[in-house]
């Protein structure tokens, strides 16, 4: 079957990008001795996972316990759930993936560290936590090197706690910032907490410039297997690196200048990230997807000489790949146009 | 159990507001003596659409095929879907539901029409078909009434399709636009190819302004079941007209002036709709939720005096709650705060 038969909308990817994608990034960080460690926010599929292990990750990185669970279940042994855990409910969910030694968390307030440890209570295990860092980005994070310090020592004094480093999501093109901060986080820590056994920077849009931060001992990145159009307008990739797709059809030519798309914001999403348009024609480049509704796209063909016909089929390179995963069921793989495999989204939808 | 012991993020919807919502949009078109045929599109859920019928509603709009497909299966008999079906395949799956008299569909270009026809040969059934009529919104539609009539006249003199009359989704605040579009089509077409059962017309923001548009016989609309923000800005609701907010913990208080949610794009989505902020905190209306990344809402505090701590749950009242119903697996009920049923959101993706 040719992707081009597949009922539209559809959300293709093309695993000979994928593969080449996972083999770039990987190679990148195999060559500066640090480790790889996919985030699987992008993809929410075990199979693709299970591709960047074998191709040498150190382990996957996850958001929420509730897509921690999925890829446990599937044997990802070395996860880290780069995310705040506050309520019992969840603790308790961690406690049982850190009694079977497969889960690394984060925390940057004491509030956090308080129900880790209160969750732990009578484990015979210890739940590795790093301290989350705001290195710029302006999300969560502790705000100072000394804070960090702080309240890593808080952790290692708290039962059923380990220190286990530091992480950050940077601001991208942040590298120099990056380095000061958790350098100098690093070496306070020393003395009084012992070495990090983790320090973790992450981010697609950075990750040829992961070497400005020598410190770090492995990196996170998830849009990089897909990429999308977001990633071409900063420059790192090209239109042919982008592995996923969303395949529409036209289904109204109103006027000359408008053709109607089969996809809106329930597939495309409404993340703009800055750009002109809600994603890229990939065969009419200069046409401007204007609007969406949520099951229409709206094209302004006027930029465009070449138009499409009625009942066309056009693959979209969306904006931000990662909440189109979000939104379908299944994702359509193929090699060259030729569909070889279908696979759920097997955490979408995990937010808890 | 209440509201505030549900693990978050979750979508919550208020049922005294829901029934409230439903009876008085209801009263207003049994009122005007007109049809109110609710779009499942907010909501996506076989129950909420019950309790729309048991209103008197004459029937549910759809958007998607697999859509109508989870309504029709649970006995819903008069569905229009207002959407072009150009794929044999979809065809296929609309005949069906046309054998059991169930579906009218739309079509605004030759090309529907076409292939619509050729969908039903051999079938003894007569689908019904709509000219979907673009009187300025700017998406879907024939551009002028004569082209409506040109239109009208294809579907009555193609085998297997019966005309049923006219279909907009307007601007808001359009209705002397719908009106004179859509009596002047309906006047053109009188003549060549009878009268129109059905002249729809719809959306929530100008709900109350239909009677501007005294030639419809039916309304359609989604949101006014929910309501949000959008339709707050707009004056169209009140805050607490809104049945469904989004519970969410605060995870970090990074600074004294953010605080960080456990919900980003994944759940409350990236519609902005024109306002500043990706949603309301209902209980802190002056904060702004400032940046949503995947799993992530930034709260910008500074506006606001009161301040919520480290593990408080808060409500937020969405931009855009279509979108956030297709984002959920699930919807919890409550009355007062008291959880009182949860329901899977059956329709959820179904974007074919």
């Known amino acids: 079957m040719r992707t081009l038969d597949v009922e539209t909308p559809a959300v293709l990817v093309d695993l000979d990008v994928v593969e080449a994608n996972i083999l770039r990034a990987q190679r990148l960080f195999d060559g500066l001795g640090k480790g790889f460690r996919p985030h699987i926010k992008t993809h929410k599929i075990p199979y693709l996972a299970r591709l960047q292990m074998q191709a040498g990750a150190v382990g996957i990185a996850c958001q929420k316990i509730s897509e921690t669970e999925v890829f446990a279940a599937d044997d990802f042994g070395d996860v880290l759930l780069c995310y705040n855990l506050l309520s019992a409910e969840k603790i308790a969910r961690a406690r049982v993936l850190a009694e ?68 950050t999501y940077p601001k991208p093109d942040d590298e120099l910032q990056v380095q000061a901060f958790l350098s100098a986080a690093r070496d306070l820590c020393a003395p009084d907490v012992g ?24 990196y996170r990145a998830g849009t990089y297997i897909y990429n999308d159009r977001s990633l071409i307008a900063r420059g790192a990739c090209a239109v042919s690196d982008c592995a996923l797709t969303v395949l529409t059809t036209v289904v109204s030519r109103p006027t000359p200048d408008r053709a109607i798309l089969d996809a809106g914001s329930k597939t495309l999403t409404s993340d703009l990230f800055g750009l002109q348009g809600y994603g890229m024609l990939r065969d009419y480049p200069e046409a401007q997807i204007a609007g969406l509704s949520e099951e229409h796209g709206t094209v302004d063909l006027r930029p465009s000489l070449r138009r499409p016909k009625i009942g066309e089929k056009v693959h979209v390179i969306p904006n931000h790949c990662c909440p189109v995963s979000n939104l379908t069921d299944r994702v359509i793989f193929h090699r060259r146009g030729e569909v070889i495999r279908a696979e759920d989204v097997a955490a979408r939808g995990c937010v808890t």
Chains 1, 2 share one sequence.
Do not use: H, W, Y
């Open 195 to 218: 070495p990090c056994d983790i320090i973790s920077s992450g981010g697609t849009p950075s990750l040829d410039k992961a070497a400005l931060a020598p410190c770090i001992t492995e």
């Open 100 to 167: 079977l030694g497969q889960i690394t968390v984060v925390a940057d307030n004491a509030d956090v560290v308080a129900a880790l440890s209160a969750g732990m209570a009578g484990s015979t295990a210890q739940l590795r936590v790093l301290v989350e860092c705001d290195t710029g980005m302006g999300r969560c994070g502790v705000q100072s090197p000394e804070a960090a310090r702080d309240l890593a020592r808080l952790i290692a004094n708290s039962k059923g706690l380990r220190f286990g480093g530091l992480m």
